[in-house]
């Protein structure tokens, strides 16, 4: 579990009672919760005040877009949408909405933890899509691509823990510098482990990453 130097405070816009046991789990990552709403008018008084590094909007079957909107007229503070599923168009929408991070919400152990690196992420400055959203999204491009031909890739078993974790990284898009950032590791221990795990695995690029990452998902 990543551990981090500094808190950033948030709303969570979310009507469901089981968020409040995500909330605990942020707050073990670095993320300390001021106020748990179910609208994002709610928020208006500690928006105003700059009282708050991010919001986090969740729940089902919500407005994204709409509801991104009306907390733009109220600050420009960043946004992480957890979506119900690694759909495209959920993703896509968010994101032109104004979010700066999404991430998919669906019920799993350790949501909290990527949850949490969303919003460390976006209130620096980044972006942040979750590695099950952007492998969704590369396979969209591999389906495509009928016909190509692609030669087996290697197993699991031949990358460490940590290069895996590194790999997983790489398949979101961030730099090596990002990744090291996210990891309290230096640019050029991501950079040994990114290029070992590439060696022992034969790949050559993202693409084959997301490829490789999804296949062992599936196994």
């Given at each position: 579990m990543?551990?981090?130097?500094?808190?950033v405070v948030v709303g969570l816009v979310d009507p469901r009672r089981q968020v409040r046991a995500l909330s605990r789990e942020l707050e073990r990552n670095g993320v300390a919760i001021?106020?748990?709403?179910?609208?994002?008018?709610?928020?208006?008084?500690l928006l105003a005040d700059g009282a708050l590094g991010a919001v986090i909007i969740g729940g089902p079957g919500r407005r994204l877009p709409g509801e991104i909107a009306r907390l733009r007229e109220l600050s420009e503070v960043p946004v992480v949408v957890c979506g119900d599923s690694p759909a495209r168009e959920e993703l896509l929408d968010a994101l032109r909405a104004g979010a700066s991070g999404f991430v998919v919400a669906a019920p799993r152990c350790g949501v909290g933890e990527e949850l949490a690196q969303a919003v460390h992420a976006v209130a620096g400055g980044g972006?942040?899509?979750?590695?099950r959203v952007a492998r969704h999204l590369v396979r969209e491009v591999l389906d495509s691509t009928a016909g190509r031909?692609?030669?087996?890739?290697?197993?699991?078993?031949?990358?460490?823990?940590?290069e895996r974790q590194v790999l997983e990284l790489v398949a979101t898009g961030l730099t090596y510098r990002a990744i090291g950032e996210r990891l309290c590791i230096?640019?050029?221990?991501?950079?040994?482990?990114?290029?070992?795990a590439l060696r022992k695995l034969g790949?050559?690029?993202?693409?084959e990453?997301?490829?490789?990452i999804s296949q062992q998902d599936a196994a």
């Open positions: 990543t551990t981090w130097t500094s808190s001021r106020a748990i709403v179910p609208e994002v008018s709610i928020l208006r008084g972006i942040w899509v979750s590695p031909s692609f030669g087996p890739l290697a197993s699991e078993g031949t990358v460490t823990r940590r230096s640019c050029s221990t991501v950079k040994t482990h990114a290029h070992s790949l050559r690029n993202r693409i990453v997301v490829r490789w």
